[in-house]
């Protein structure tokens, strides 16, 4: 018997609108799935670069599981220190008795060429007792001869220093050189050639300066003689350069070019 309007009805059936379709919960699967898929990859890739990273080329690691900091072959970063402990004497204020090696001799080098390139060195006695601290004897004559030409009478009137090598009253006069590094050029039991790449401050630090203080890049080669006990100078030459490209930077003013010079220290140098 049919059913009347007013009999409540009992559906079998969802309308066509709400009924749910096979097709659409695959569709909605398929992209979830494949969501996972992705984030499981990158997930994976993230943790094989952090494993890589701990041991990375041009590294080794010790017995203790540590990387040793030294650049291999192809690093583009040039020697690596030797890791020999720095000298333990000075005389002069210069450092000395370096090791009977290639390293010890690039040692030595660059920390002469920091005395070579300092503010001493525009003072006659101060001059006389680096050369004499840092040459071999056998070269001494003529190395002390030629750095009093090359820092003394014409050079230091052209800073603005007097007979002695001081400054005007009121002015600070900075010469300093700092090393960048170092190559062997040559290298023997008895003799060693070493190139020492530098930067350098030079000049009057003060309010009234006509030679403010400025900076040049340099190379200084320097030949050096084991003596018996250490690695002493016995001829030096030098040219401009590798000069970097120089930084959009604003210059200091004079009173922070003086306020920097006498606070900060300069350094030593040892492989």
Not at 145 to 165: E, I, N, P, V, W
Request: aromatic fraction near 6%.
């Amino acid at each position: 018997m049919p059913l009347s309007d007013d009999q409540p009805r009992t559906r079998t059936r969802l309308p066509v609108g709400e009924q749910s379709s096979p097709t659409s919960n695959h569709r909605q699967t398929r992209p979830l799935r494949a969501l996972l898929a992705v984030l499981a990859v990158v997930t994976l890739l993230v943790v094989a670069i952090a494993v890589a990273n701990r041991v990375a080329p041009g590294t080794s690691t010790g017995s203790d599981g540590s990387s040793a900091d030294r650049a291999g072959p192809g690093t583009g970063a040039g020697p690596a220190p030797s890791g020999d402990q720095p000298v333990g004497t000075t005389v002069n204020g210069i450092p000395t008795g370096y090791a009977h090696t290639e390293p010890g001799a690039q040692s030595a080098a660059t920390n002469y060429a920091v005395a070579i390139g300092s503010a001493d060195m525009f003072r006659t006695d101060s001059r006389h007792g680096i050369v004499a601290t840092i040459a071999d004897p056998g070269a001494l004559a003529g190395l002390q001869s030629r750095l009093d030409q090359g820092f003394g009478g014409d050079t230091a009137t052209r800073y603005g220093l007097d007979a002695q090598g001081r400054a005007p009253k009121g002015l600070t006069f900075v010469s300093r050189t700092v090393p960048v590094g170092t190559k062997s050029t040559g290298y023997s039991e008895g003799d060693a050639k070493v190139e020492v790449w530098c930067t350098g401050l030079t000049g009057l630090a003060g309010e009234r300066s006509v030679q403010p203080v400025t900076t040049n890049w340099f190379t200084l080669t320097l030949s050096l003689h084991w003596t018996g006990s250490d690695w002493k100078l016995t001829d030096y030459t030098s040219r401009q350069g590798p000069a970097p490209v120089p930084a959009d930077q604003q210059a200091a003013t004079a009173d922070e070019i003086t306020g920097a010079v006498q606070q900060f220290g300069g350094f030593r140098f040892a492989r």
